[in-house]
Every structure is written in C-alpha cells, then in structure tokens.
C-alpha cells in the first residue's frame, strides 16, 4: 500500500493525504499499479476530465473500479462494461470445447431429454445496440448456449480483445438499389420471357 501511495505522490504531484485516500478508497485491490495509471491517462485523454488533479483522479477512480474490480465480480456490471467498451466489435475469439453446455430437446416420441453440446470456433461481437452477434452481424439468439456462452466469459475476462482478427475473406453481401429505369428494363425483359411461354404453350394446344 506504502509503495501505491509513494507512486502516486511522486507521478500525480499530489500530497499524502490525498493519495493515501485515493489509495484507501479505490486502490487496495489492484495489483499492477502502473496498469492503473496507464488507465487514469487514456481516460483523462479520451474523456477530456478537467478539474485539479486530485478531482481528475477521484473521478477516474470511480470508472476504475469498475474496469479494475466489480466487472469481475457482478455480471450485471460486467455486461454494462462490455456494451461500453466493445459496442459494434468483436471482442472475444472463442474455441471449440471451451466449455460445454445442455439444452432440452425431443426425442421421436415427443419425449423431453437433455443433450450435451460444446462450443464452437467463432469470433463474438457486439453490434451497435449492444447485442451479442457472430462475425458475419447475425444475432445471438437466446438459448442456452448464449447463456453459457455469457458465463464463460465473464469467468475468462482476461481473453477479451486478444486474437479478435476478422476473418477478411468473409464478405457480407451488398444490397445495391436499382435505379428506376433498371427497375422497369428488368420488369420488361421478365414480362417478354412470360408472353413467350405463354405464346409457345398456345400455339401446343
């Protein structure tokens, strides 16, 4: 604690007092105080924090203890944290048999029985509303591999943002809108294709 108190001092130019309050407060259970601080300025930079610099900390402390402490022990919180940070990409590359989940399904008779399932290869993302997807946009739907899903990682935070690549060679197919003219040569040639037909099968009969 001493030695988080003298770092702070010596780095943030604030007195004891403050720092041991700051420390006291927010800091007890961070381990790699030097992670915090590289923390405490990407938010000052991103977040433009003003006030003294004692202000700026307190405030950065109470972001920090989500990031640093209550992500990791309320999946309410962490999921908030997640939609935050990770909203509209990928996030987490999960592997086959990570974990292994259930599920009740139907037998031929329309019996109830539970089958065992293990996770698959695929890169989770998060689309703009905060929804958890698969690479190419499509939603999750919620079952039960979702909700396993969820708690495998909310129990393995420390693999969010590494090997997140998206996979290039997939593309998601464009729409391109038809301007009106195209419309109607393209209603046109399919309209002269049906009189054909109908001329042919006529002159049959």
Request: hydrophobic residues 35%; positive net charge; proline residues 0%.
């Amino acid at each position: 604690m001493q030695e988080k108190i003298q770092i702070l001092m010596d780095l943030l130019e604030i007195n004891k007092a403050q720092a041991t309050d700051i420390v006291g407060r927010y800091l007890k259970s961070v381990k790699d105080i030097h992670a915090f601080l590289d923390f405490y300025f990407e938010t000052l930079e991103r977040e433009n924090i003003v006030g003294t610099t004692y202000e700026k900390l307190r405030r950065v402390c109470k972001r920090a203890e989500i990031e640093f402490k209550k992500r990791f022990e309320d999946k309410e919180i962490f999921l908030e944290w997640l939609k935050n940070k990770y909203k509209n990409s990928p996030f987490f590359r999960l592997l086959e048999s990570d974990f292994k989940y259930s599920y009740v399904c139907y037998d031929g008779q329309g019996n109830l029985f539970k089958r065992l399932a293990k996770s698959i290869n695929m890169l989770v993302c998060l689309n703009n509303f905060g929804e958890l997807t698969y690479e190419d946009g499509e939603m999750l739907k919620n079952n039960e591999f979702k909700h396993a899903l969820i708690d495998f990682i909310f129990k393995n935070q420390e693999r969010i943002g590494k090997d997140i690549y998206i996979n290039t060679s997939y593309k998601i197919k464009g729409y391109t809108s038809l301007s009106h003219e195209e419309e109607y040569n393209n209603f046109k040639k399919v309209q002269k294709k049906f009189l054909r037909r109908i001329k042919k099968n006529f002159k049959r009969k």
